[in-house]
């Protein structure tokens, strides 16, 4: 009986995972959407989950697709685990919170598992935040 159980659960999971998954997930990209993809990635910096959610594809193949297009360091998921979630309600409250007790903006990337690139879009607002050289090693 449990076996039987188990096997149906599996089952509805697996075919769960398959309705989840995007349009495209798998699927070979087109030199087009290799070139929406760049404009998107340097629209929107490491911001894997928003781009995959506008070209129908799965942070992690997004992320793929820019390293292989040199775009992205393939270490970089190993330093901020939160990079292919989506941003949690109280993210922003909680950045706001870490820079002003004088947090750099590094730490602060460290701290909430994502690049800084994905919390900071403005240039000229970045250059007035405290900043250190220290980098993911």
Do not use: C
């Amino acid at each position: 009986h449990f076996m039987k159980q188990s096997k149906v659960t599996l089952k509805q999971e697996d075919q769960k995972k398959e309705k989840d998954k995007p349009n495209k997930a798998g699927k070979r990209w087109t030199d087009d959407e290799i070139q929406k993809l760049k404009v998107s990635f340097e629209n929107h910096p490491h911001d894997y989950y928003s781009i995959a959610v506008e070209m129908a594809r799965t942070p992690r193949a997004i992320f793929m697709q820019l390293v292989k297009l040199g775009k992205t360091n393939a270490m970089t998921p190993m330093y901020y685990p939160n990079i292919f979630k989506p941003w949690a309600d109280d993210e922003s409250t909680l950045i706001d919170s870490l820079f002003n007790s004088g947090r750099t903006v590094d730490e602060i990337a460290m701290q909430i598992g994502r690049p800084k690139e994905q919390f900071i879009q403005d240039e000229e607002a970045t250059a007035s935040l405290p900043q250190t050289s220290i980098s993911p090693s």
